[in-house]
């Protein structure tokens, strides 16, 4: 599939940069000032061009909505596209650096920076869900990346909250470096955190939530999971979750969330038994945190405190597995040493109260760090050795509240860093490169916040110092004290404003350019780059120590619960010496360092997040807001930096390593100077020599565009280098083949000519003999299996297969199928002459009847399969014992009853059914009176000429009579009531119409009987339609099937309409 065709699938054709709003690339705007810088931004914002270039710098606004800008064909052609062949994008920074990693095997990184709300957090997912759909699918790469892609929504759950200026807020530090192999496949991941605010377990500002965990868990969890925790749907029953009053939120789904953090735990690795430990530590934070404290006064007058309500105690203790005494003992009381003795003290319910929030933030922090332990170990690279490495920073943004404290402080300390590091590689460095080679280049003035950051990290004078200092005192700590030492240390300072008081009030945040002399109580204010902060000291040093009391390591190292032990190791008894851990600004600086470090010795790529808006809604541009970023973040400066300098810099001698196959003059080796190289490499290209700028140890390359022009030609040549090697190595090497072959068939082919014709004449004899052999054996084998067949016929056929009915027969070879189907007729043959020398005379009439029958009625009649299995028994009213009868058949010569039954006579006029007895004889058919058994007609077997049917299950029949030949009708004498016939005898009645349940056996019967009579069978008519006698006039009889619903199955209705009469069935 072409890439324009990628491009054109989906509503994919709008990628084009002649489609872009404003200036896609900040460094084409003509004039350049803030306002129109702002400008742009605001216009591609209203279009929903939320990117916008700085060279090779990425501006992202944050949209506060979803936008259709990502999808699996975006990455496709992202991948293969340089930075500035299509719209700016998040896609073509990760691009850059994924293709930089493969082909340069350089280490990159992307550098992810905002204030908190900005999209930064959602930038780095982006990254590396483009990382996730450009690489490899190899069944292991889809697993590990899999792994890294699922291990953002976990850590979010964990380590996200909703804040006042964003609803999913990192509240700690994420950098996740990507190992690759040489094709750009992941082979795994290592994530590093930076200080989780675990302050924020146990208080949350107004308006401000927990971590998203404790709402998913309450939320999403099904009924059991609750119960098997100690848990209650109900948020309002926990402490730490209640203050906030903050407990939905429209933009998080926490319900569906708990779904996506429990698959992510299964996708990582952790077994059901690891998922339900985590949420018995998450829900013993929220059960500790509804325990609460009774003062109480001891006999000593020292103040102690008892516990209010046991049974959260109880649940926790079932939870963790501990002791519900030494863990009342852990919380309640303090045992400290003395003189080389240990005496317990009591804790006073302030003490106690503060020692439980420890537990819980100590609780939840670990668990914290073990989850990114876990997460480490499931992504870790299986195999050893180097490899290059892709680096995607996320940090919390900087924070300015209405009351910041220890934790604000370090967040920001963290961004300074961080701002240090970017100013100084694109502002700073940049400037004094171009300097130092001897560029021409007109400097660029910039805030430089190196002393802010020394101010705060400097050994032995700075703040963080002097924190530690306070805090490694023996005696009664003091934040005032901390303050005070501020004070001495920065008066006069115009970057750190410091009053201490004892007494506490609310504290503020102003911006830069506004000059407040006056300082809330207990606070110091700082300049940072992005904003004047003002923070209360009040729980620095608290913070800072970050000390859980021995008791509590004892007892959560003694409890049940598996992890406990992982999580406290220094409540294990058996450990000599206590070391005092470092204290948290300390073990900050050295993590911040060691980032900064490593980002040092990676190529960087910056995607600068913006916020809009502060009330984190679509479409709205706040100016103000926006000029205060672009202004903190260097933005213009970096702009005309880029503008007036150069995207890429090599020395000759790697520039000309690098793109010597480019020039004949310098392919495949430059023997001269590597500068003057560079230049006949420069002039051989098909680029303006602008580009281009030459400096004492390097040369510089002025746009990203030429530097992807530059690696598509070393690519492109590098491929006929390929080519051409690939020729000449398959040419050589099948030249050598060749005459190796050729020789070896020489020799080879003499001696199987040899060979061959002995080898003919051996097979051509032993194929003789074989044929010979073959139609011996064939010929007696045969026989064999011929006697064989006949034998096990004659033994296997089944008792009853003399029944003429029966289908059985023994299967038999294909060979002999022939054989067997003419010895199966003849058994055929054999069993029904055997079945018919066992009939007697009435049988034999009986089977001739069923014979008759089938060839009349069969495929003709409906009614007719039926009839089959029901045997033809004639006299079904045993009129051959009636001795009435018996004397008057002697007189009609009608001894012989061949059928006798009582059915209807249908009348001529209406149609009526009328019962009457039907009696045939060997010689005629009789009608006579059911009850007085006198004959009403008596018609010879001669005088019936056709039998008339239907088709249909009706049981009509008409027999019709000769005309010449009038019917004798016998009456008697008397003038008998309720006869149906009392006419002359020479008056012609017709044909007769009947209806019965034995029409096939009657019909069959009085066909044999004409047949017997007049030597010739009567003519049997089964139509829809034929014609009537009735007397003097001829009647049509139509058969209709209706289906009427006055008509039930299985019967008639018979209606005369003058010269017609219907049937319907």
Same mark, same amino acid.
């Given at each position: ?747 080879? +082919? @003499?001696?199987? !000519? $040899? ?9 051509? *004899?032993? #194929?003789?003999? /074989?044929? &010979? ?88 009649? +409906? @009614?007719?399969? !039926? $009839? ?9 009213? *045993?009129? #051959?014992?009636? /001795?009435? &009868? ?180």
């Amino acid at each position: 599939m072409s890439l324009d065709h990628v491009l054109k699938k989906g509503g994919m054709d709008v990628l084009s940069l002649d489609q872009e709003v404003g200036a896609w690339d900040s460094v084409l705007m003509d004039p350049l000032t803030e306002d129109s810088f702002i400008a742009n931004l605001h216009q591609r914002f209203k279009r929903d061009h939320i990117y916008t270039y700085i060279g090779n710098v990425l501006v992202s606004v944050n949209p506060y909505k979803k936008l259709a800008l990502y999808s699996g064909e975006l990455v496709k052609a992202y991948r293969c596209r340089g930075l500035y062949q299509l719209p700016p994008h998040i896609y073509a920074i990760a691009g850059s650096a994924y293709r930089f990693l493969r082909d340069r095997n350089e280490d990159q990184c992307i550098v992810v920076s905002g204030e908190s709300g900005a999209g930064k957090t959602e930038a780095a997912r982006i990254v590396l869900q483009f990382v996730a759909l450009a690489s490899g699918q190899s069944r292991e790469v889809k697993i590990m990346k899999e792994r890294l892609v699922q291990a953002g929504p976990l850590l979010e759950a964990f380590g996200n909250a909703k804040t006042y200026r964003n609803d999913n807020s990192s509240r700690f530090g994420k950098y996740l470096d990507i190992e690759f192999d040489y094709k750009g496949d992941p082979l795994g991941g290592t994530i590093t955190n930076y200080l989780l605010e675990k302050s924020r377990v146990t208080c949350q500002t107004q308006g401000e939530r927990n971590f998203h965990i404790f709402y998913q868990l309450l939320t999403g969890a099904d009924i059991q999971l609750l119960k098997s925790l100690k848990l209650q749907r109900n948020l309002d029953n926990y402490a730490f979750l209640r203050s906030s009053r903050v407990h939905s939120l429209e933009s998080l789904d926490d319900k569906q969330d708990f779904q996506v953090t429990r698959r992510a735990l299964e996708t990582l690795g952790f077994s059901q038994e690891d998922i339900v430990n985590v949420f018995k530590i998450v829900a013993s934070v929220l059960k500790l945190g509804n325990i609460g404290f009774i003062p109480t006064n001891n006999i000593d007058g020292t103040e102690g405190c008892t516990i209010n309500n046991d049974y959260e105690l109880y649940d926790v203790c079932e939870l963790i597995g501990s002791d519900q005494a030494t863990l009342q003992a852990a919380m309640t009381s303090r045992t400290l040493e003395e003189n080389q003795d240990l005496v317990t003290a009591d804790l006073s319910a302030t003490e106690a109260t503060y020692a439980r929030d420890s537990l819980c933030k100590a609780l939840y922090s670990r668990l914290f760090t073990w989850l990114v332990n876990k997460i480490n170990e499931s992504t870790k690279v299986k195999q050893y050795g180097k490899r290059k490495v892709l680096g995607i920073l996320d940090v919390y943004g900087f924070e300015m509240f209405e009351r910041n404290g220890f934790e604000q402080f370090i967040i920001n300390f963290c961004n300074e860093k961080l701002h240090q590091v970017v100013v100084e590689t694109t502002l700073k460095e940049e400037q004094e490169e171009y300097t130092r080679e001897g560029i021409e280049w007109m400097p660029i003035e910039f805030f430089n916040n190196s002393v802010i950051c020394e101010l705060i990290e400097k050994n032995n004078h700075g703040i963080l110092s002097m924190l530690d200092e306070e805090c490694l005192k023996s005696g009664v700590l003091s934040d005032e004290l901390f303050l005070s030492k501020l004070a001495q240390c920065f008066a006069g300072n115009s970057h750190c404003e410091v009053k201490g008081t004892s007494v506490f009030q609310r504290n503020f945040v102003t911006t830069p350019g506004t000059s407040d002399n006056s300082l809330p109580p207990n606070c110091f204010r700082l300049r940072h780059y992005a904003g004047t902060v003002t923070y209360n000291v009040c729980g620095f040093v608290d913070k800072n120590n970050d000390i859980l009391h021995r008791d509590l390591s004892l007892a959560m190292y003694h409890c049940e619960h598996p992890m406990l032990k992982t999580l406290f190791p220094e409540g294990n008894p058996k450990r000599s010496t206590l070391k005092r851990p470092a204290t948290t600004g300390t073990q900050f600086k050295i993590s911040i360092s060691a980032l900064v470090r490593n980002l040092g010795c990676k190529q960087p790529h910056y995607v600068r997040c913006i916020k809009p808006n502060e009330l984190k809604q679509p479409r709205i541009f706040e100016m103000a807001l926006v000029q205060h970023q672009v202004r903190y973040l260097g933005l213009i400066e970096t702009v005309r930096v880029r503008r007036s300098g150069f995207c890429y810099r090599l020395p000759y001698q790697q520039f000309l390593s690098r793109y010597k196959m480019l020039s004949l003059h310098t392919w495949p080796n430059w023997q001269g100077p590597p500068v003057e190289g560079v230049s006949y490499l420069i002039r051989d290209l098909p680029i303006p020599s602008g580009e281009f700028a030459f400096g004492r140890t390097k040369v510089f390359v002025r746009s990203p565009r030429t530097v992807f022009e530059l690696e598509e030609f070393r690519r492109e040549r590098l491929e006929d280098l390929a080519m051409l090697l690939q020729k000449i190595w398959r040419g050589y090497r099948q030249r050598k083949e060749f005459l190796r072959k050729k020789h070896s068939q020489v020799i080879i +082919a @003499s001696a199987w !000519r $040899s060979w061959r014709a002995r080898e003919e004449y051996r097979i051509l *004899r032993h #194929r003789k003999q /074989v044929e &010979w052999a073959v139609n011996i054996i064939q010929r007696h084998y045969i026989h064999w299996k011929r006697w064989q067949f006949l034998l096990r016929l004659a033994r296997q056929l089944p008792q009853e297969s003399e029944s003429p009915i029966s289908r059985e027969w023994p299967p038999c070879h294909k060979r002999l199928a022939e054989t067997s189907l003419i010895l199966r007729r003849i058994h055929h043959k054999w069993r029904c002459h055997r079945y018919r020398l066992k009939f007697d005379q009435t049988a034999r009439n009986r089977m001739r009847e069923k014979v008759t029958a089938s060839i009349i009625f069969k495929d003709r009649k +409906a @009614s007719y399969p !039926r $009839s089959v299995s029901h045997p033809f028994l004639g006299d079904y009213v *045993r009129l #051959r014992q009636n /001795v009435q &009868w018996k004397k008057a058949c002697i007189e009609t010569n009608d001894q012989y009853v061949v059928f006798a039954d009582i059915i209807n006579k249908i009348t001529r006029s209406s149609g009526k059914f009328v019962p009457i007895l039907f009696v045939l004889s060997t010689s005629s058919m009789l009608i006579l009176d059911q009850r007085t058994l006198q004959i009403k007609y008596r018609v010879p077997a001669a005088e019936i000429y056709r039998l008339s049917l239907s088709p249909y299950l009706d049981d009509v029949a008409v027999f019709h009579v000769r005309a010449p030949s009038p019917s004798s009708e016998v009456t008697s004498h008397q003038n008998i009531p309720g006869c149906l016939f009392q006419s002359d005898l020479s008056k012609k009645k017709g044909d007769f119409v009947f209806q019965t349940g034995h029409v096939i056996e009657i019909v069959t019967k009085l066909f044999l009987v004409v047949q017997n009579a007049m030597g010739k069978p009567p003519e049997v008519n089964i139509s829809t339609e034929f014609e009537a006698n009735f007397g003097q006039q001829t009647v049509l009889f139509t058969f209709k099937c209706t289906g009427l619903p006055e008509v039930q199955p299985g019967q008639i209705r018979i209606l005369r309409k003058g010269n017609k009469m219907e049937v319907l069935v």
